[in-house]
């Protein structure tokens, strides 16, 4: 057998027993994933505020229907109904009204 027809065969061959596997190559180590940024929110008082997760936003929504004050959907969205109940609770409790559910206001519905 020639030495070029031999080098074929014993490629072929390791393919077929060995597959893809033969040669393979080390995956990429993974890459560290930077940290997302929440998105700002705009409060009725005009400043700028992180956005808050979608479990707060839904006690909050919740604890609000239990005051009187919030006849929305429970539905985690810091939408602008939840922003206006939010304000509303705020006011009537003597609290800063920004329409997000800062400390003071969780604190305040008993979160």
């Known amino acids: 057998m020639k030495p070029r027809l031999a080098m074929m065969c014993v490629l072929t061959l390791s393919v077929m027993l060995f597959g893809p596997f033969a040669f393979a190559q080390e995956p ?3 890459q560290a994933q930077e940290p997302q940024e929440r998105p700002m929110i705009t409060g009725l008082d005009g400043k700028e505020y992180e956005s808050y997760k979608t479990s707060v936003i839904e006690a909050v929504q919740t604890a609000l229907q239990r005051e009187g004050v919030y006849s929305g959907a429970v539905n985690g969205v810091l939408d602008e ?3 206006q109940a939010i304000g509303e609770f705020q006011k009537q409790n003597g609290i800063h009204v920004s329409g ?9 519905l008993g979160l």
């Open 28 to 30: 990429p180590p993974p």
């Open 81 to 83: 109904t939840t922003m």
């Open 100 to 108: 997000v559910p800062s400390p003071k206001t969780r604190e305040a």
